[in-house]
């Protein structure tokens, strides 16, 4: 194989890959241009496995979207609508416990929740969800608010960023998901979200929950109008920050779906774009310790394949995903937990359940 990735002219990233050397953001561009998609797969799965080993991660976990309502309407978003518009809903804090209660019967163990930028719920309406679910289930573990969200909070609460992530700790929060991070870039905010949190300002936020001991993800959506250069900038942020707070558990390439979005001219991302995200981040982020392979976004059997391209971790159960199904994402919008263990068994990996910090809990 060595001969091989020598021929694909990849052997001095090999030997970087080898000793554990950091990836430049040239090497990057090498990877990002180069067509050998199983040498690029080879390279990633180096890391994956000096890592992860054979194991495969997934959780059981529920998805919930308190309210779409937005009003920075993001150019590729599907799910945020303006106040009054005919799709638009919130949920009570009451309707939020119902969804939690439904599956009462589930051994769900992360509540995932994330909504839009809502102009005027209250800060104390956050607080009473976080509450609300505890009080159904206490023990979930709750992965709730992006950093966009966070900032939008602390300005509603009319207070640092700090002081609102304690009191939503205070509440139930328990980390944050790793959404709206979108594309670092300047230019891209520019032409595609330019009402959302700056890039700095959503490390910014990542930083201090950090500082708090709150673990968070990060996500970078692909495959819209962003160059190699652009990603590889994105990357190249996050592993600095990584290097300086060590709070990211994992990072979630996630692929740009057109339908229903103002860039729908856009085609969905092909396989090998999706394969090269997920072998690409996990080369560069060599001081991250997981890759989702996210398969509400990539399809199942593509997300499968990913974990021999450099993923260790397919999410989970997921149930009722909304934001991609809105954007035309043909998935389910819930995977039992069996089928998720035989996609992963199936790919030569161990099945590990485990809880949001990736504790493990039960080996399948
Ligand atoms: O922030 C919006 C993206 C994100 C589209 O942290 C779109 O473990 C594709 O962040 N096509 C929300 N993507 C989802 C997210 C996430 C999902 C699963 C796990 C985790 C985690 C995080 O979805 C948004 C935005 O970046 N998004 N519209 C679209 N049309």
Same mark, same amino acid.
């Given at each position: 194989m060595d001969t091989y990735i020598e021929q694909a002219g990849l052997g001095s990233i090999l030997t970087k890959v080898r000793a554990g050397e950091r990836l430049s953001v040239e090497d990057g561009r090498r990877l990002y241009s180069h067509p050998d998609i199983l040498a690029l797969g080879y390279l990633a799965n180096i890391v994956r496995e000096r890592l992860n080993g054979n194991k495969a991660f997934f959780i059981y976990n529920q998805h919930i979207?308190?309210? %779409? @309502?937005?009003? %920075?309407?993001?150019?590729?978003? +599907?799910f945020g609508k303006e106040k009054g518009h005919a799709l638009a809903y919130e949920m009570t804090v009451a309707e939020v416990q119902e969804k939690v209660r439904q599956r009462l019967d589930e051994p769900i163990r992360e509540i995932h929740m994330v909504g839009g930028i809502h102009p005027d719920l209250p800060f104390s309406y956050y607080l009473d969800l976080l509450r609300g679910i505890k009080a159904v289930r206490p023990e979930v573990h709750i992965q709730a608010f992006t950093c966009v969200e966070i900032h939008h909070l602390a300005q509603l609460a009319g207070k640092s960023v700090d002081r609102t992530l304690r009191d939503l700790v205070d509440a139930g929060l328990g980390s944050l998901p790793g !959404? !709206? +991070? =979108?594309?670092?870039s300047p230019r891209i905010r520019q032409a &595609?979200? =330019?009402?959302?949190?700056s890039g700095e300002g959503w490390l910014e936020v990542a930083k201090i929950a950090h500082r708090l001991g709150l673990r968070t993800n990060a996500t970078m959506l692909y !495959?819209? @109008? =962003? &160059?190699a250069d652009e990603r590889l900038e994105h990357l190249d942020a996050l592993r600095r920050t990584q290097d300086e707070t060590?709070?990211?558990l994992a990072f979630i390439p996630l692929a740009f779906h057109p339908k229903n979005t103002e860039m729908a001219e856009h085609g969905n991302t092909t396989g090998i774009n999706d394969l090269k995200n997920i072998a690409v981040s996990r080369l560069m982020l060599d001081n991250f310790p997981h890759i989702k392979a996210y398969w509400v976004m990539l399809g199942p059997k593509l997300a499968q394949v990913a974990l021999a391209f450099g993923a260790d971790d397919m999410d989970g159960t997921v149930k009722e995903e909304v934001i991609t199904h809105m954007a035309g +994402?043909? &998935? +389910?919008?819930a995977l039992g937990h069996t089928t998720l263990i035989r996609l992963i068994r199936e790919a030569g990996r161990q099945p590990v359940e485990r809880d949001t910090l990736y504790t493990e809990l039960i080996p399948h």
């Open positions: 979207n308190y309210s %779409n @309502i937005c009003t %920075n309407l993001c150019k590729f978003c +599907a !959404g !709206g +991070a =979108e594309v670092f &595609t979200c =330019e009402k959302k949190l !495959g819209h @109008i =962003e &160059t060590g709070g990211f +994402a043909e &998935t +389910a919008q």
